[in-house]
C-alpha cells in the first residue's frame, strides 16, 4: 500500500478508525468481505470506492452497527466497537435514500439525534438552527419533508447525522441518485462541511470522479478485498493493480511478457516500467493511461517517446474538451485508448487514417499477470 | 380513443353497479321516512316519525350503547394484536411464517356460525356468557385478518433503512418502534381500527350466539324484531347503521386519506 499522506500525518492524528482483518460471510457462496484491514486518522475523508458488488457497503454497514462481523475486529476512537449498539455508537450517517422521517418536519429530523442521545433539551433548538445553517436551511425548520427538493433533502440528511458531533460521519452512496449537476455540487458541499468541523469521514461510491475529487484517502475493493489504499494523486498515478488502473481513469491493458526493459508483446518490445518485481520471461500485463498516450500523423514529432509504434484509429468520440481515440495497434494485436486535448485546434484524424502513437517507459505500468 | 359501442358498454355497466350497490341502502333511506305504519317504498308521505320513535325506545338505545361498547372493547383488543401481528408478518424474517399467517387468517377460513359455537363453547365454559366483554374479544377474534391486512400492507412499504437510521440517531429498540415504525405504520392502524369498528358494530351472527336476553347488541335486536313484525322503525335502525359508516369512511379520509385505504390489499 503506498501512502502519499505521509507529509500531511503528524503525531497529533491518532487513529480514529481501524479495521483489523474484518470478514463477513453471509453464507451466501462468496464472502462479502474478505480480510479487510486498514486504518484512518482522525479528521480525514476516506472514500470506499468499487463497483456494486464489491462489499464497500458491507463494509460501511458493519462500521454503523448494523452488521457484525463474521471474524475481525473493528475498533472506533481506539475502543473495540464489536460490543457496542449501533445506537450507543458515536457515528453518524446519510443513507443512501436518506431515510429522513416522513412524519416529521426538517427541524424534528435535526432534534431527532439529540432528544435520543438525551441532550440538554434548553440547548436542542440553538443546536438544530447551528447545523441548519451549518449546511444553509435555515428558515426551512417547518417545512416537511416531502416538500423539499432532492437537494434539500440531502442537506437535511448531513444535519441530521452531524448534528450530535459524532465522532465518525459515515455516507453510503447518498449522491448516487442526484443527477450531475447536483452531484457535482453536493460533492463540494460535502467537502465544505467536512473541512468546517473536521469530522472524520467514511464515504462509500462506486463514483471514481467522485472519489477523486472529495477524498484524502481512497480504498478501492473489488469481490470484497480491499485493492489498494492511497491518496487520490497516489492512487491514479501507482494504481496496485491492473484492477484499480482499470477502476480508475481511462487505461489500455498489453499482456505479454516481462523483460529487462518492459514487456514484450505479441513480439514487439515495449517500454514500460515493473510495479512489483517480476522475473524476465514471466508473463505480465501493462497498463497505460489514456492521457499517456501521444498520438501523432505517420512519422510526426513523438520525440521524447521511448516505444513507437504505427497504427489505424477504429474510433473516436467527441467528449467536448478532448478526442478519446480508439487506435488498432497491429504489431500488439490489441487497441489502445488515447486521449488527444484541443480537439478543436487540429484536424481530427478520420476512422480508418493511419497513425503514430506513441509513449514513455515510466507509463507503462507492469503487473504480474492475473487471472482476471 | 374509445369507440361509440365501448363507452356505452362501460357507462352501462359502471351504471349498473352503483345501482345494484346503492338501490338496497336507497330503498330502505326511502322506506324510513315513511309516515305510514308499513314498511314500503316508495314511502307512503314523508315524516321523521319513526326516527323520533327508536329515539325514544328504551330497549333499542340500550343495545346500541351495548353495540358501541363491544365495538370499542374489539378494537382496543385489535388494535396492538393486529398492529403487532402485521409489523411481525411483514417485516421479519421468521420461521414458519407462512404457518402463523394461515394460523391467523383462520377465523376468515372457518365458517362465522362455526367459531361462533366455538366461542360459545369456550366462554360458557370459563363461565363469562352474559357480560358483554367476550363479545367484543370474539368480534375482535374473528374479523382480526382485516387489521392484519391494514398494517401489513402499510408495513411492507417502510423503507427499512428507516429503522436503521432511527438506531443512527441514538434510538434504542423500544424508541424506535414508537418514534419511527408505528407513526409510518399508523395510516394502516387507523384504517384497521376503523375496519374492525364498524365490522364489530355491524357483528350479528357471533354476537346471537354469545347473548342472552339481558345483553342484546343492536343487531340481535333487529332480528328478533324481525322475527315478530316488520315495522319502519327497523328500516330508520338500520340508516343509522349507514350514517355510522359514512362516519368512519368520513373519518378514514380525514385522518389518513382514502386513496391508502383503496390501495391497501
Known amino acids: 500500500m503506498s501512502g502519499g499522506s505521509s507529509a500531511e500525518s503528524t503525531a497529533g492524528n491518532p487513529v480514529a478508525v481501524v479495521a483489523q482483518g474484518v470478514d463477513m460471510d453471509f453464507g451466501t457462496g462468496a464472502m462479502a468481505v474478505k480480510n479487510a484491514a486498514f486504518s484512518l486518522e482522525r479528521g480525514r475523508f476516506l472514500t470506499i470506492l468499487g463497483p456494486s458488488g464489491s462489499g464497500k457497503t458491507t463494509l460501511l454497514r458493519m462500521i454503523a452497527g448494523f452488521q457484525t462481523p463474521t471474524r475481525g475486529t473493528i475498533l472506533i476512537g481506539g475502543r473495540p466497537a464489536d460490543a457496542v449498539a449501533p445506537h450507543r455508537r458515536s457515528v453518524g450517517m446519510v443513507f443512501q435514500k436518506l431515510a429522513l422521517f416522513p412524519h416529521m418536519t426538517v427541524e424534528e429530523n435535526v432534534a431527532f439525534p439529540l432528544k435520543m442521545r438525551r441532550f440538554n433539551p434548553r440547548e436542542i433548538p440553538e443546536r438544530v438552527a447551528h447545523y441548519l445553517d451549518l449546511v444553509r436551511l435555515a428558515g426551512f425548520s417547518k417545512r416537511r419533508i416531502n416538500a423539499l427538493s432532492g437537494g434539500q433533502q440531502q442537506r437535511v440528511a448531513i444535519a441530521r447525522a452531524l448534528v450530535f458531533e459524532p465522532e465518525l460521519l459515515l455516507l453510503d452512496e447518498p449522491l448516487a441518485a442526484l443527477d450531475r449537476k447536483l452531484r457535482e455540487e453536493m460533492q463540494l458541499e460535502f467537502r465544505?462541511?467536512?473541512?468546517?468541523?473536521?469530522?472524520?469521514?467514511?464515504?462509500?461510491?462506486?463514483?471514481?470522479?467522485?472519489?477523486?475529487?472529495?477524498?484524502?484517502?481512497?480504498?478501492?475493493?473489488?469481490?470484497?478485498?480491499?485493492?489498494?489504499?492511497?491518496?487520490?494523486?497516489?492512487?491514479?498515478?501507482?494504481?496496485?493493480?491492473?484492477?484499480?488502473?482499470?477502476?480508475i481513469g481511462v487505461s489500455?491493458?498489453?499482456?505479454?511478457?516481462?523483460?529487462?526493459?518492459?514487456?514484450?508483446?505479441?513480439?514487439?518490445?515495449?517500454?514500460?516500467?515493473?510495479?512489483?518485481?517480476?522475473?524476465?520471461?514471466?508473463?505480465?500485463?501493462?497498463?497505460?493511461?489514456?492521457?499517456?498516450?501521444?498520438?501523432?500523423?505517420?512519422?510526426?514529432?513523438?520525440?521524447?517517446?521511448?516505444?513507437?509504434?504505427?497504427?489505424?484509429?477504429?474510433?473516436?468520440?467527441?467528449?467536448?474538451?478532448?478526442?478519446?481515440?480508439?487506435?488498432?495497434?497491429?504489431?500488439?494485436?490489441?487497441?489502445?485508448?488515447?486521449?488527444?486535448?484541443?480537439?478543436?485546434?487540429?484536424?481530427?484524424?478520420?476512422?480508418?487514417?493511419?497513425?503514430?502513437?506513441?509513449?514513455?517507459a515510466r507509463d507503462l505500468l507492469i503487473f504480474p499477470a492475473k487471472d482476471r | 380513443m374509445i369507440s361509440r359501442s365501448q363507452k356505452i358498454v362501460v357507462w352501462s355497466l359502471v351504471w349498473f353497479s352503483i345501482i345494484t350497490l346503492s338501490l338496497p341502502t336507497l330503498v330502505v333511506l326511502g322506506a324510513s321516512l315513511t309516515a305510514g305504519n308499513m314498511v314500503a317504498f316508495p314511502p307512503q308521505g314523508l315524516s321523521l316519525q319513526w326516527y323520533e320513535k327508536i329515539a325514544l325506545a328504551r330497549d333499542l338505545q340500550q343495545a346500541f350503547l351495548r353495540s358501541l361498547i363491544v365495538a370499542t372493547i374489539a378494537t382496543i383488543v385489535a388494535i396492538p394484536v393486529g398492529t403487532l401481528a402485521g409489523l411481525a408478518l411483514s417485516r421479519f424474517q421468521l420461521r414458519f411464517t407462512t404457518a402463523i399467517q394461515v394460523w391467523l387468517m383462520l377465523p376468515f377460513t372457518i365458517p362465522l356460525i362455526g367459531s361462533g359455537i366455538g366461542l360459545m363453547l369456550v366462554f360458557g365454559e370459563w363461565h363469562v356468557l352474559g357480560s358483554l366483554w367476550p363479545v367484543g374479544v370474539a368480534c375482535a377474534v374473528i374479523n382480526l385478518p382485516f387489521i392484519i391486512w391494514s398494517v401489513s400492507s402499510s408495513a411492507v412499504a417502510l423503507d427499512p433503512d428507516l429503522e436503521l437510521a432511527a438506531q443512527n440517531c441514538g434510538a434504542g429498540r423500544v424508541q424506535t418502534f414508537l418514534h419511527v415504525t408505528l407513526p409510518a405504520v399508523m395510516p394502516g392502524v387507523i384504517t384497521g381500527s376503523l375496519l374492525m369498528f364498524i365490522l364489530a358494530m355491524n357483528e350479528f351472527l357471533v354476537s346471537l350466539l354469545l347473548t342472552d336476553a339481558r345483553i342484546v347488541t343492536l343487531p340481535v335486536l333487529i332480528y328478533n324484531s324481525i322475527r315478530s313484525i316488520i315495522t319502519p322503525d327497523l328500516a330508520a335502525v338500520s340508516v343509522v347503521f349507514i350514517v355510522i359508516a359514512l362516519a368512519a369512511i368520513w373519518l378514514l379520509d380525514k385522518l389518513v386519506g382514502l386513496e391508502i385505504f383503496l390501495k391497501s390489499k
Open chain 1, 192 to 247: 465544505r462541511i467536512q473541512k468546517e468541523l473536521g469530522v472524520t469521514t467514511i464515504n462509500v461510491t462506486h463514483d471514481q470522479r467522485e472519489a477523486l475529487v472529495v477524498s484524502d484517502e481512497i480504498i478501492v475493493m473489488d469481490q470484497g478485498e480491499i485493492q489498494q489504499q492511497a491518496s487520490p494523486v497516489g492512487m491514479y498515478r501507482r494504481p496496485a493493480n491492473p484492477f484499480v488502473a482499470h477502476f
Open chain 1, 252 to 360: 489500455s491493458f498489453l499482456t505479454g511478457r516481462r523483460t529487462g526493459t518492459g514487456l514484450t508483446v505479441n513480439g514487439t518490445e515495449c517500454a514500460g516500467q515493473a510495479v512489483d518485481d517480476i522475473a524476465p520471461g514471466l508473463a505480465a500485463q501493462g497498463a497505460i493511461r489514456a492521457e499517456q498516450v501521444r498520438i501523432a500523423a505517420p512519422g510526426g514529432d513523438l520525440s521524447g517517446c521511448d516505444t513507437v509504434l504505427e497504427g489505424q484509429v477504429s474510433d473516436s468520440i467527441f467528449e467536448g474538451e478532448r478526442l478519446l481515440y480508439f487506435v488498432r495497434l497491429p504489431a500488439l494485436e490489441t487497441t489502445v485508448q488515447i486521449y488527444h486535448h484541443d480537439p478543436a485546434e487540429q484536424a481530427p484524424y478520420a476512422r480508418g487514417a493511419t497513425v503514430s502513437v506513441g509513449w514513455n
